[in-house]
């Protein structure tokens, strides 16, 4: 894919896109929302049936237990630049298939490059697979993922902070005690006291 010159242009590929077959079941293109020039990038999966319908992010279930992680940091969905891995809704919320992969994830890396993001927070396994396929760095069993949560990654362009998906509350409430402990570092690396060095 040929770079693209700013995000006005990036956004109007992300919402034509038909690479591949998810593109027929869009009702509403989500696109990334929230502060471009913050340097800190959270990465979600995909947009929800909710999400589809509005075209927004986070508004569904899981966009209400997102917002009450992020009040109890401390933190707002301004202070961060929010988008998918996959541009669109994945029907039952099923992994991405290979082929929606390859289509999707040349938008995120044309949005990291324009971000240059300092610090990028993945929120869930997808998410989290993904920087780690793109910083070559050696990825853990399945189930060992769980460890990397609330944890800093070093990569060569800035630092991954892996999250639960706040999707994780809806089928284990008892997560959210730890979740909000790991959620609370948002705000220390809103505040700038966590840096990538």
Not at 9 to 22: E, F, N, Q, R
Not at 74 to 93: E, Q
Not at 154 to 174: G, K, S
Request: net charge positive; charged share 25%.
């Amino acid at each position: 894919m040929q770079p693209v010159s700013d995000h006005k242009v990036l956004y109007h590929a992300i919402a034509t896109c038909t690479k591949c077959d998810l593109a027929r079941g869009r009702i509403k293109v989500v696109l990334p929302e929230g502060n471009s020039r913050s340097g800190i990038m959270m990465i979600a999966q995909s947009p929800g049936e909710v999400e589809n319908r509005t075209g927004k992010m986070f508004v569904g279930p899981s966009g209400k237990l997102f917002d009450e992680l992020l009040e109890a940091a401390g933190v707002s969905r301004n202070d961060f630049y929010l988008t998918n891995l996959i541009k669109c809704m994945l029907p039952k919320s099923r992994r991405p298939s290979r082929l929606q992969w390859d289509a999707c994830t040349p938008w995120l890396e044309e949005e990291i490059r324009m971000v240059s993001p300092r610090i990028v927070v993945s929120l869930g396994f997808q998410a989290l697979k993904f920087l780690l396929i793109r910083a070559g760095i050696p990825r853990p069993p399945r189930k060992e993922y769980r460890f990397l949560f609330g944890t800093f990654i070093q990569t060569d362009d800035y630092l991954i902070y892996p999250l639960r998906h706040p999707t994780a509350l809806l089928f284990n409430p008892e997560k959210r005690e730890i979740m909000t402990k790991h959620y609370s570092m948002l705000k220390e690396i809103v505040c700038g006291k966590v840096s990538n060095t």
